[in-house]
């Protein structure tokens, strides 16, 4: 998916609805009205949720095991969490192991959620943190198990590896990491998700204006 390629979801307010479409209308698709003479008419775009992990150095990125957010994320999808070093190079643990990949697949990785970045004058600490994790830690010869040593076991040796003081409280344990960091990004995207698919099923999605 190219950035052009990016749904952007457009909301504007009329005739006491806020109006959810892919692309502005001549007329309101409610009231009929010709949107143009419309005095208050400011539509806007909603932010999207999703950045592509190549272009996301020194990152955290969430992707759905299988397919993609938009077309493939439920309550119950898998979820492959990755690290991405200062050159956007992919690095993961999964099922054959360790990987390093340059020139991520933009299918597999263009739609992710981005969990945590840090500042630039961080991204030299990062990737040697990646290399000693990978070296001292002995990743490399690790196998993957879907329960026990799996893609969050990667990223959490890292993390606490990093010492990273804005998230010390969270990577204790898989439970509380996801709480703090991951469940409120998958919301947020979710709600942005289910906003997505109404408009492609339906052309529009409406809701009353309650302010
Ligand atoms: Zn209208």
């Known amino acids: 998916m190219s950035v052009d390629d990016e749904p952007h979801i457009i909301c504007f307010k009329h005739c006491s609805n806020h109006v959810f479409v892919l692309k502005v209308p001549i007329r309101c698709p409610l ?12 539509p806007f775009s909603l932010p999207y949720p999703f950045s592509n992990a190549s272009q996301s150095p020194c990152s955290v990125v969430l992707r759905p095991a299988v397919g993609d957010f938009l077309s493939d994320f439920h309550n119950n999808t898998n979820l492959h969490i990755a690290l991405t070093d200062s050159q956007g190079a992919i690095v993961e643990f999964d099922s ?9 697949d933009r299918k597999l990785w263009g ?29 490399q010869h690790r196998i993957y198990d879907d329960e026990k040593l799996n893609c969050y076991s ?3 040796a890292f993390l606490r590896l990093l010492l990273y003081e804005p998230i010390a409280t969270f990577i204790d344990n898989a439970e509380t990491f996801s709480r703090q960091l991951i ?10 998700i289910t906003i997505y698919r109404r408009i492609k099923q339906f ?7 309650l302010l």
């Open 31 to 42: 009231c009929n009205q010709p949107l143009e003479q419309c005095e208050k008419f400011l």
């Open 96 to 104: 054959p192991g360790l990987l390093r990949t340059r020139n991520a």
């Open 154 to 156: 990667f990223v959490l």
């Open 183 to 192: 469940v409120p990004k998958t919301t947020q995207a979710a709600k942005y």
């Open 111 to 139: 739609q992710c959620l981005l969990i945590l970045s840090v500042p630039e004058a961080w991204f030299y600490h990062w990737d040697s943190t990646i290399q000693r994790l990978i070296e001292e830690q002995g990743w």
């Open 203 to 209: 052309g529009i999605l409406s809701e009353p204006d």
